[in-house]
């Protein structure tokens, strides 16, 4: 079988486990769970033998004519480059581990066949995004996966969170889509083809007329779909979704496909300084923001949600002094940590019965109960705060690397006017970024495996495939860092090895913000010895999924808010002071865009309903009620009876008459 039919069989497979579990997934339910791991499992399969075929070497190419439009065609394409065959692997693999996963998480759940089929059809779309020659057919992945998102976030639809959480999700970006759309047309028209070869020509060439204009409407796609600033306040909202869709989704595909976009179309940006610039500001901004955001958040969801969205930040600001090998090996080193600790997180929920870190620290033994999830856990923080020698740490050091050069006027195809700029831009705010993750992620493995209190609840062993999933994504969170030799013969050749520089500054800062947070949570453990916080909605014989969604309904009531806890012994508390208020909230985005955004088009449908209402609709009750007066006349002159009618048309006569005598004598 030839490369190019492997690959197309790699998002193919997903597709039909998808159309076949919609159509017999509830009529044969005990081919439920091979239809949703197999064809997954044979697609990653099938992505690693692309992958080795393709192996670093010149990128494949292959089309047919989709469909003519008339003016510029439409094809369906095939582009097979480094960075796009080692991301098909990491979609395969982390989606095959989720969906073995959900086997057991999931494994009462009555909607489960139309949850493992969405699933399956995301998987799908964003293998077509990974895959595809063609900005056309990316559009439909694209819009395919937020779809899907929607569906998924929203599974847990019996609570208001989830059910607002979906639509949040999908009308934020559904927002940056707009322009999204725009600028794909307007790239379109400069270049004369949607195919990313084509495009990618013209624009080395010189030959686009609108290169900024086109750079920012991307943009603003990437930002909603990414979750960067300031439209990433949908994706600490949906994890009120089940744990495997925010490790899929979440982690390693969605959120990533705005990344792997702008290191497709990366020439299409560095022809426009300003464009770099802003890209540049965005990444620092969503970097030091969400880490600051990170560590006031209670939900141990919530606080990996915006980790998510600070290491986005780290790669588009990779992308933005125009190193997207780097890029890349950090958005396929996160989506496997990060894949980790959400999976992880399931089993914390499951085993404590809550979401809440304020009611974990007040338990005792829980590490001793989930020693799988400890351990492995570990690790992925450790590679979170990037700490050597594990994968994050190598894959952060590259997207600092590749800052320190260009703010030293060392970067390759990128304007000179941006690269200083971008460069300092990059480098200082991921090394402030490097201390507040080390320190929430210090925060969260605190609270959650050194608690002190009550014995934590026995619910006996997790399921193998829950522990399992966790051990073989263990490994490319422990040893993808030694990929940093052979990563830049897959991609563009730029090393990708640490600069002692900035690993001597990075992990001078990861190493300061862990200390300094294990000394506010030895300064503040003590009062953990208070009356715990909150309910703990522990049940023994319920299914994870039953603990997730008791956590996630009880987490308000409890505590007043899904985000925090007022909570005395958070050492997070303790250190962001009265910065804490509004880092707890993502400093109030949400109410800025009700005050600018929702309340004005809320009173815009107010002010058109009246219209409609009280003008439009009088207009036409006044038409109508005209007629019906008329009417109401004439019919009380239909008495039936012949003498007044005979008595009518005598006056009418009478009448007449005398009118053409006075006409006639011109009176």
Known sequence: MSTTTTAVLVPLLPFLSALAGFLSGRRVPGLVRPLAVLPTLAAAVLAIVVACRQGGGDALDAATRLTPTGSVPIDLALHLDGFAVLVAVLVGVVASCVQLYSTAYLRDDPRYPSYAALVSLFTSAMLLVVYTGDLMVLLVGWEIMGICSYFLVGHYWETEAARSASLKAFLVT???????????????????????????????????????????????????KSAQFPLHTWLPDAMAGPTPVSALIHAATMVAAGVYLIARLLPVFAASAAALIVLAVMAAVTMVGSALAALAQDDIKRVLAYSTVGQLGYMTGALAVGDRGAAVFHLISHGAFKALLFLGAGVIIHAAGTNSLAAM?????????????????????????????????????????????????????????????????VLIAGLVTAVLTAGYATRLWLLTFHGKGTEAPDHGREPVAINGVLWVLFLPTAALGLAAWKLPDWFDGRSLTPGLTTSVLSTGCALAGALVMYAAWRRTAALTARTPLGAVAADPDAAPAVSEIEAIASHEPAYGTIAAAPDPADPGRLLLGPLHRHAVTGFHLDAVYSTLLVRPTRAAARLARFLDREVVDAYVRGAATAPGLLGAAVRRAQTGNVQTYLGALLAGSVVLAVAAVLVATGA
């Open 361 to 425: 620290a007040r338990m005792n033994g829980l590490a001793k109960r989930i020693p799988d999830a400890y351990w492995t856990m570990t690790v992925a923080l450790l590679a979170l705060a990037a700490i050597p020698p594990f994968s994050g740490f190598f894959s952060k050091e590259a997207v600092l690397g590749a800052a320190e050069h260009a703010a030293t006027g060392a970067a390759h195809g990128i304007p000179a006017a941006a690269a200083g700029p971008a460069g300092w831009t």
């Open 174 to 224: 559904k927002l940056g889509d707009v322009p999204f759309l725009i600028g794909i047309f307007a790239l379109a028209a400069d270049a004369g083809t949607f195919r990313v070869n084509g495009i990618l020509s013209t624009a080395a060439a010189g030959g686009l007329q609108h290169p900024t204009l086109v750079a920012l409407l991307l943009l603003a796609g990437v930002a909603g």
